[in-house]
């Protein structure tokens, strides 16, 4: 984005740039910078600068129409940025969020078992218990008939 913006208002550079970070910027920096603000929706988001021609002291009138046609393309393209940037963020704190609950879940799944293994589980008091299921030994009077 920076790099279509150097070439069509050909300036040696161009920065894109939110209150967070810059967004991009392509050319050579030169000491001399033009800073206009990058408004969307009538919220001023960020700031697009421009590094000016050598001996030059601002942009001529050309350039500053040609700045105010990409202006709003550019804001618009640098939201979009900054809201991408937020849903990725988002969804790897959602992610994070779903990882922690399947381990905590999978350790007191585990941490269950294991106390059943151990005989100190808690048991259903109606659940049949294993001295009904035992068999008793066969009477002597059957089993000699």
Do not use: W
């Not at 500053?64 to 969804?91: C, G, K, M």
Request: with cysteine; hydrophobic share 40%.
């Amino acid at each position: 984005m920076a790099a279509s913006v150097r070439d069509a208002v050909r300036v040696p550079y161009a920065r894109s740039a939110l209150p967070a970070g810059d967004c991009g910027a392509f050319g050579e920096p030169t000491s001399a910078l033009e800073t206009l603000p990058l408004v969307h929706r009538q919220e001023v988001i960020g700031e697009l600068a421009v590094g000016l021609p050598r001996g030059e002291r601002t942009l001529g009138r050309v350039e500053h129409r040609v700045l105010d046609d990409l202006i709003p393309l550019v804001a618009a393209a640098v939201q979009a940025l900054a809201l991408t940037a937020e849903v990725r963020q988002s969804r790897e704190k959602l992610t994070a969020a779903r990882r922690e609950g399947r381990r905590r879940l999978r350790r007191n799944l585990h941490a269950g078992r294991g106390a059943a293994s151990r005989g100190t589980a808690t048991t259903d008091p109606c659940a049949p218990t294993t001295s009904a299921t035992v068999r008793a030994p066969p009477d002597e009077d059957l089993a000699a008939a």
